[in-house]
C-alpha cells in the first residue's frame, strides 16, 4: 500500500514538499510515479523515478519546477514543489510500478499497479 502526505494550501510562488510511504517490500522493485488530477479533469502524469532513482522523467508543464526523489531505505518517494502556480492545485497521487517494466511507458497511468489515496494541493493566487 502506498500513503501520500504532505498536502495543503499554499500561495503562489510558494515550494510544498510531498511524500509517499510505502509498505510494499521490497520497495526496490518498484519504479514510482506522481500524477494529479484537478477538478474536472484527466489524470495526468507529473513525474516519474526508476528503481534506484538513477532516472526520471518529467513532463514540461512540471520541469524545472518539481523534484521527483527516493529513499529506499526508508521505502519513501518524495516530490519537492517549488514556484507552485495556481494551475498546479490538484489531489496529488503516488504510485508504483514493477520495475522490470519498460520505462518507455513510464507517463502512461496503465504503467502503474499500486496507487496511494491522494493528497490535496491548492494554490491561491
Known amino acids: 500500500q502506498l500513503q501520500a502526505f504532505g498536502g495543503g494550501l499554499v500561495q503562489a510562488g510558494d515550494s510544498r514538499r510531498l511524500s509517499c510511504e510505502a509498505s510494499?517490500?521490497?520497495?526496490?522493485?518498484?519504479?514510482m510515479g506522481w500524477f494529479r488530477q484537478a477538478p474536472g479533469k484527466e489524470r495526468e502524469f507529473v513525474a516519474a523515478i526508476s528503481w534506484s532513482g538513477d532516472t526520471v522523467r518529467y513532463p514540461e508543464s512540471v520541469k524545472g519546477r518539481f523534484t521527483i526523489s527516493r529513499d529506499n531505505d526508508k521505502n519513501t518517494l518524495y516530490l519537492q514543489m517549488n514556484s507552485l502556480k495556481p494551475e498546479d492545485t490538484a489531489v496529488y497521487y503516488c504510485a508504483a510500478g514493477k520495475r522490470t517494466r519498460s520505462w518507455s511507458v513510464i507517463t502512461n497511468i496503465a504503467a502503474y499497479d499500486i496507487w496511494g489515496q491522494g493528497t490535496l494541493v491548492t494554490v491561491s493566487s
Open positions: 510494499e517490500r521490497p520497495f526496490v522493485n518498484y519504479a
